[in-house]
């Protein structure tokens, strides 16, 4: 599955953006899929994920301030991300895996077999 993340931009702090993430090429809804950032001069983190049964799981950091969501008849995934804090800055990847179970996650990046390439989001203060 091909996938592209698009929707980033620059935005103040307290601010709100909406990720997108469209996939084609397979079927998408076969997929688990998850969203992971990278800072510059860090590693890259786990930070949404939402499984084939639409179960969602995320990093504490953005707990009440993130939601995960997929449209599979647009094969879409979204990230709305409100309150946005100088710290989410980063770039942010799309990724896609396959899993078990109907609601099986992960947060570790090597479980997912396919991503898309990244979009900027920028928090200032």
């Known amino acids: 599955v091909q996938l592209q993340a698009s929707g980033g931009g620059l935005v103040q702090a307290g601010g709100s953006l909406r990720l997108s993430c469209a996939g084609s090429g397979r079927t998408f809804s076969n997929y688990a899929l998850g969203w992971f950032r990278q800072a510059p001069g860090k590693e890259r983190e786990f930070v949404a994920a939402?499984?084939?049964?639409?179960?969602?799981y995320y990093t504490n950091s953005v707990k009440g301030r993130f939601t995960v969501s997929r449209d599979n008849a647009k094969n879409t995934m979204y990230l709305q991300m409100n309150n946005l804090k100088p710290e989410d800055t980063a770039v942010y990847h799309c990724a896609a895996g396959q899993f078990w179970d109907r609601d099986d996650l992960s947060r570790l990046d090597h479980s997912y077999s396919y991503w898309g390439q990244g979009t900027q989001v920028t928090v200032s203060s």
């Open positions: 939402v499984s084939v049964g639409r179960y969602t």
